[in-house]
């Protein structure tokens, strides 16, 4: 497992953006396939957002294609989540994740199958 820290939540006004960071410990981060997750009080867990070992691949779910954009460093051993016209339906925790895939290219949807979670960061976008 690596041990992850997030950065970067906050308070923004709706059509504003935040960037978020996760800062990854750990030699072996090139290794893992990462991921954002948000959540709201008495719901589930959501998917947001997953990006390959290698960074090549990334996948968003309708709600936030063509306003989030998630990519990584892997000698700076660090993943991004640079999130443009914010609406208040994005205020939520969002929690970073990484976990093990077989092949570079793969990327992980399910928040069952990563290992590695951060702590959170608050996102509040006011409309």
């Known amino acids: 497992q690596v041990q992850l820290v997030e950065s970067g939540g906050g308070l923004v006004q709706a059509g504003g953006s935040l960037r978020l960071s996760c800062a990854a410990s750990g030699r072996t981060f090139s290794m893992y396939a990462a991921g954002w997750f948000r959540q709201t009080p008495g719901k589930e867990r959501e998917f947001v957002t997953a990006?390959?070992?290698?960074?090549?691949?990334?996948y968003y779910p309708d709600s936030v294609k063509g306003r989030f954009t998630i990519s990584r460093d892997n000698a700076k051993n660090t993943v991004l989540l640079q999130m443009n016209s914010l609406k208040p339906e994005d205020t939520a925790v969002y929690y970073c994740?990484?976990?093990?895939?077989?092949?570079?290219?793969?990327?992980?949807?399910?928040?069952?199958?990563?290992?590695?979670w951060g702590q959170g960061t608050q996102v509040t976008v006011s409309s």
């Open positions: 990006i390959s070992r290698s960074g090549r691949i990334t």
């Open positions: 994740a990484a976990g093990r895939t077989l092949y570079s290219g793969d990327y992980i949807i399910k928040a069952d199958q990563y290992d590695s």
